[in-house]
């Protein structure tokens, strides 16, 4: 129980954020509608993979590439904010990749993933991954049309993490908990993290991972249950 006492909480509705404005959270999820039916139409699981910056989003996704690519077909979308670095990391396994650049956005939204899907050859993808912009808070605001969401953290970002960052637990399928072999270095208590977020979302599986490795992948691909 916090004893600080002095805390300043906005009333509902007093959140002065044009970003998050109503009007514009409908339209996205609007759009996230026609993506979701677009990638329906064409058979296409897609996976939204979400976390902090250096959580090992792009370490994930490759290691999930390595593993699935002789059994789908794979497409990549990779956020960013300017570069293209993490996305020619993922290219090098052979699979089509295409970078998403948000400028000073902190998160993708329906409508750059609705245009990067326009890139792509759809009737040649079968499992799509969509590695959003690194960020714990907006884009918990922002579906994107995609069948599953990952949360990927890493145990360097602390015991608190899921705690302090509970919204975009709340509707992950599955929360990765990355760089176990830093756990015992950071004393971190890994089996602690996976149960805060169990506590916010009974229904997320919770994977284990060194994605650096590839220790506990076949755990995530179990996870996905296509």
Known sequence: MSNIKDVVKAAEGEIFDIELE???????????????????KHGIVAIDVMGSIGAGKTSLIEKLVISLKDEHKIAVLK??????????????????VVA??????CHLDANLVGKALQRLNLNDISLLFVENVGNLI?????????????????????????????FIFMNADIAV???????????????KLGADVRKINPKAKVAYT??????????VIEALDF
């Not at 953290?153 to 015991?159: H, L, Q, Y």
């Not at 060194?210 to 755990?219: A, D, F, H, M, P």
């Open 138 to 166: 907006c884009p918990a605001e922002f579906p994107l049309g995609s069948q599953r969401r990952i949360v990927v953290i890493s145990v360097t970002e602390g015991p608190y993490m899921v705690l302090k960052h509970p």
């Open 22 to 40: 109503e009007n514009i959270l409908r339209e996205n999820q609007r759009l996230a509608n026609e993506n979701k039916r677009l990638l329906a």
């Open 79 to 96: 956020g960013d904010l300017t570069t293209t670095i993490d996305a020619e990391i993922i290219r090098r396994q052979g699979v089509e």
């Open 100 to 105: 998403i650049n948000t400028g000073k956005e």
């Open 177 to 191: 908990i990355n760089k176990m072999d830093l756990a015992q270095a950071m004393s971190i208590d890994a089996n």
């Open 210 to 219: 060194n994605c650096r490795t590839g220790e506990g992948i076949e755990r």
